[in-house]
């Protein structure tokens, strides 16, 4: 790792030996590097290079070092003098080089001359961190020579140390870029050619397009090191003259036929930057696509993948639907991710010309998944594609013709991760039914043919609903009720019960005795014995229905629904033209009869769990009115059950096309904004970073960051008081996996402060990444230290530690400041998400950790408190506008958000107001891991602190 110092001095290497013994004299230094043995010379060479590091200056160690071990011939002896010249103080107190760095440069040029190719190149890497011309003229020659060396190692570190030269002190070798450029032409080595071409692209770029233009035929048959910078050429070029473009594309094309991946993907970049025709746009895509679908890395993939879906604008969505088929191949990935990225991507390119196609391909994809369900998350990614094609059938009604039948299919499925995706079905199915009145009928006959098959309860009450809502004609609600009927067994459900259990008791009276089997094993030690086991079986007993066994369960909720659907079919079977009055008694009377064995079953302690009350009274209202129907009561079951269904599809849709207005009409950038033009750029920037268009561009789409000087005031926290000896603030820039501590440390005092060091700690999920290098502060100085922390979740993290330093003169102990604590702010890292409702009642029940928050507050409006509650948490309001309308005093609403690093978050706030103005109840919070729930509790409970 490299750290870069303040002012450019220097870029010092980091080491750590724990190990060495740091309290060593210099006497003692001394002792050891001038001892015989090799061992000896290469510890006192870590401990002098690891206490240079630390601030020790150590000017005796010099002449030591020059008469003792610079003789040594031993690699590890002299790789670590290498280091140790880089960190030597190599100037004296006047400021002039030292003249014992004369003996030194005379070494550096031996090792130059020497005959093993691993010490000259060694030398060479060296040499690129040397700052001192005094010391690098007299070694220019034998630079020069190693350019002809035989070992490719030597010349390609050649190349970089007269790159390195050149460009720190042009003045030692003003001939480079003509050198580098014959080199270049004569080299064969792919890395020397990569380092030579690079270097001419730095320092001298016509020369660069010179070499390019005569070869350019033949980058394709380059090595991949070689071919990438010639990209990074081709795009350097083109941002800096546009009109060059045409003369590259040919280039770029043939690159992305490249065998390297890292290749094909940088080509497919820089062809995006030459040219924004549909054919460069197509060969682009297409190279991304076969990278994703190729690449074994799921990282890869997924960097791909967000290429991609950033190539979707609105000139390139026309390009992009036309390879569809081509972005489906990617689901053939294991990966849970990659498919959802892939799905997500496909369902934004989906239009009415190809939607058929998407489906087709996704029911195979449907069927085979069902058939191999052997890999890892196979029902997830069954469930992923049911909601998939659900949302296709909802959004284009023309193709749900061809889904909902194979979807059907799905509702049987009684395994754990089956069970949600027939949730998703039946819901589907549900709003197929509303929306295509012409499939109603084929639909109805699947699902009474597959209803005595469905295990699970959610889909047996949605089926049942949907049935009761559904079935019109006499011969639907006849077969409905065969159907029903079938699945809730012999009645009354009591007797029936207690028959079946005396049966089993007699069952088990005439039970024959155990058998005795008698078996030969092989023991451990290899001998035989004899193992006699009786064996006895039990009566057998046919499994439940499921409609039965979920009411023996204490499952209820179905027998509501049930006598719902029931009543609703009753009183539309009574109103069908030319029946006789006895028909339609005698099905009221099979309606009533199931209902009351229901109620009854429920008072009785056979089932799990007794009725409860609102259930019995669901049942015992439908019963009544299936006895007594008044025009209000059949009003109320037979329209406004419908029309209230309508509202709810009618605002979820509502809600689905906000939401995509709002995320199409979203504002990129103010039609007044400021937007730099590199063309009108000023003289003294010149020097700025090549990679400025990006920034340019940011900046005129809106995507740059725009937080004002207030936002980053705040952001800046004082660690230390204005009476300290030492004044310590910094500025927290949080982006997403990082932490970057921006340190400003201010001297107060009039004394040298030596060896000062920052030293940091963390509490939470927070790693600090390096140790900050230790300074020297003169009277009122200051000085700014960086760290970077990294964060590994979503929890609330803090930041501690003190300031240590040594005053100089001084003969007392190191001195020490504490500093403050920074708390880290886990809003930092949540954002506002959207789920479904069905994703949301699946995540709620799967998440173990919930926190739960008693509501204190002094704000006295309901809504009031809910916007408050979502500005503190950034939490979005799943509840729609419509559910919270009107006047009431209790207000229920569900919220959701979702982490940097894929943490989900759920809330439910259920308050209500009392007659004294006050608001009173409670949020749950609830996660899959404990940190961010606790941590978004004591975000809100500290905001309720500060409130009250």
């Known amino acids: 790792n490299r750290v870069k110092m ?10 750590n030996d724990e190990e060495a013994d740091l309290d060593m004299s ?78 030194v440069c005379d070494a550096y040029r031996k090792d130059l001359q020497h005959p093993n190719e691993y010490v000259k190149g060694s030398t060479l890497r060296f040499l690129c961190k040397l700052k ?31 790159f390195t030269i050149y460009k720190n002190f042009d003045h030692l070798i003003p001939d480079a870029p003509e050198l580098i450029q014959r080199f270049l032409e004569q080299e064969e080595n792919p890395s020397c050619k990569r380092n030579a071409f690079m270097m001419l692209i730095t320092a001298d770029q016509q020369r660069a397009l010179e070499y390019l233009s005569s070869c350019i035929d033949a980058v394709h048959t380059f090595n991949e090191i070689l071919q990438l910078v010639i990209v990074e050429l081709v795009n350097k070029v083109c941002r800096n003259e546009p009109r ?28 995006l930057t030459l040219s924004s025709a549909p054919t460069a746009v197509t060969a682009a895509a297409k190279a991304y696509i076969e990278l994703v679908a190729k690449e074994g890395d799921n990282n890869v993939k997924l960097i791909v993948l967000d290429r991609l879906i950033g190539l979707k604008s609105a000139s390139n969505e026309r390009v992009l639907q036309d390879l569809i088929m081509d972005l489906l191949k ?20 989906v239009v009415p010309r190809n939607v058929n196609e998407v489906v087709l391909y996704l029911k195979k994809e449907l069927a085979r998944v069902s058939s191999q369900d052997n890999f890892d998350k196979a029902g997830e990614y069954r469930q992923l594609l049911v909601r998939t094609l659900h949302t296709l059938g909802v959004q284009y009604p023309e193709a749900a013709s061809t889904i909902a039948p194979q979807l059907m ?73 065969h159907a029903i009927m079938s699945s809730l067994g012999s009645l009354p459900l009591v007797d029936s019960e207690l028959q079946a259990a005396a049966a089993a008791e007699e069952a088990d009276g005439e039970e024959e005795g155990p058998k005795l089997v008698t078996r030969t094993r092989i023991t451990a030690d290899g001998t035989y014995a004899t193992e006699s086991v009786y064996t006895a079986s039990g009566p057998t007993q046919a499994d439940a229905p499921a409609m039965r066994q979920a009411l023996l369960d204490g499952d209820f909720f179905v027998g509501s629904t049930l006598a719902a659907a029931m009543t609703k079919m009753a009183l539309r079977y009574s109103h069908i033209p030319g029946l006789e009055a006895a028909v339609v008694h005698k099905l009221k009377a099979r309606a009533m009869f199931a209902m009351a064995s229901v109620v009854h079953l429920g008072n009785t302690s056979i089932p799990t769990t007794s009725i409860a009350p609102d259930a019995r009274d669901r049942i015992m209202a439908c019963l009544r009115t299936v006895a007594n129907p008044t025009p209000a009561l059949e009003a109320s079951f037979l329209e406004s059950c419908h029309n209230a269904f309508n509202t709810m599809i009618e605002a979820v849709r509502t809600t689905a096309a906000n939401g995509d207005k709002s995320s199409s009409k979203e504002v990129q950038a103010q039609a007044d904004d400021l937007i730099t033009f590199r063309a009108l ?21 809106g995507s740059a960051d725009s937080d004002d000087k207030s936002s980053k005031l705040s952001k800046v926290f004082q660690l230390s008081g204005f009476s300290d000896p030492v004044y310590v603030e910094a500025y927290v820039n949080v982006h997403q996996y990082d932490i970057l501590l921006d340190v400003l440390v201010v001297n107060q005092t009039s004394d040298t402060l030596q060896n000062l060091n920052l030293e940091l700690a963390t509490l939470g999920d927070l790693k600090l990444t390096e140790k900050p290098q230790a300074h020297t502060l003169g009277p009122h100085d200051f000085c700014n230290i960086r760290a970077n922390v990294k964060v590994s979740s979503t929890e609330t993290g803090i930041i501690f530690g003190n300031i240590v330093y040594d005053v100089s003169g001084a003969a007392s102990d190191r001195n020490c400041v504490i500093l403050n604590d920074i708390h880290i702010d886990i809003m930092d890292y949540i954002t506002p998400a959207y789920c479904t409702d069905v994703e949301f009642r699946s995540m709620w029940a799967e998440f173990e950790w919930e926190n739960k928050v008693t509501v204190r507050t002094s704000i006295t409006g309901l809504r009031e408190y809910l916007a408050h509650l979502q500005q503190t948490t950034n939490m979005k309001c799943l509840t729609p506008a419509s559910a919270l309308d009107g006047d009431c005093n209790f207000l229920a609403a569900n919220l959701y958000a979702r982490s940097v690093f894929g943490e989900d978050a759920l809330a439910n706030l259920s308050i209500e107001l009392l007659p004294d103005g006050q608001l009173t109840g409670h949020i749950r919070i609830r996660s899959k891991t404990q940190g961010i729930a606790l941590s978004l509790g004591d975000k809100i409970t500290l905001h309720q602190k500060e409130q009250a």
């Open 409 to 481: 299919e799905f509702l049987t499925d009684d395994t754990e991760d089956g069970a949600a995706s027939a949730v998703d079905v039946v819901l589907f199915v549900r709003e197929a039914f509303e929306r295509l009145p012409d499939m109603r009928s084929d639909m109805m006959s699947k699902l009474l043919g597959t209803f005595s098959e469905i295990k699970a309860a959610k889909v047996i009450r949605a089926a049942l609903w949907v049935i009761g809502e559904f079935a019109e004609t006499q011969a639907d609600i006849e077969e409905a009720f």
């Open 330 to 349: 990617i689901l053939a990935s294991p990966d849970l991710d990659v498919r959802k990225k892939t799905i997500g991507l496909v369902m934004a390119l």
């Open 681 to 701: 750029r000023g003289n003294s920037e010149e020097d700025a970073n090549d990679d400025d268009l990006e920034m340019s561009v940011s900046k005129a789409t």
């Open 6 to 15: 303040a002012g450019d001095i220097g870029c010092y290497t980091l080491i």
């Open 132 to 162: 001192e011309p005094e010391l690098l003229e007299p070694l220019m020659p034998s630079i020069q020579e190693c350019l002809a060396n035989r070992h490719a190692y030597v010349r390609r570190n050649a190349v970089l140390a007269i």
């Open 26 to 103: 210099a006497q003692d230094l001394r002792k050891q590097l001038e001892s015989n043995k090799v061992e000896d010379k290469i510890d006192a060479l870590k401990v002098g290079i690891q206490l240079m590091l630390n601030g020790e200056k150590l000017p005796s160690l010099l002449m030591t070092v020059i008469r003792y071990v610079m003789p040594c011939d031993d690699h590890t002896v002299k790789k670590l003098l290498l280091i140790f010249w880089e960190v030597v103080p190599k100037y004296g107190t006047d400021g002039k080089l030292l003249h014992e760095m004369i003996l």
């Open 244 to 271: 060059q473009r045409s003369r590259f594309i040919r280039c770029i094309y043939n690159l992305l036929n490249s065998e390297s991946a890292a290749v094909r993907y940088d080509a497919a970049g820089a062809l």
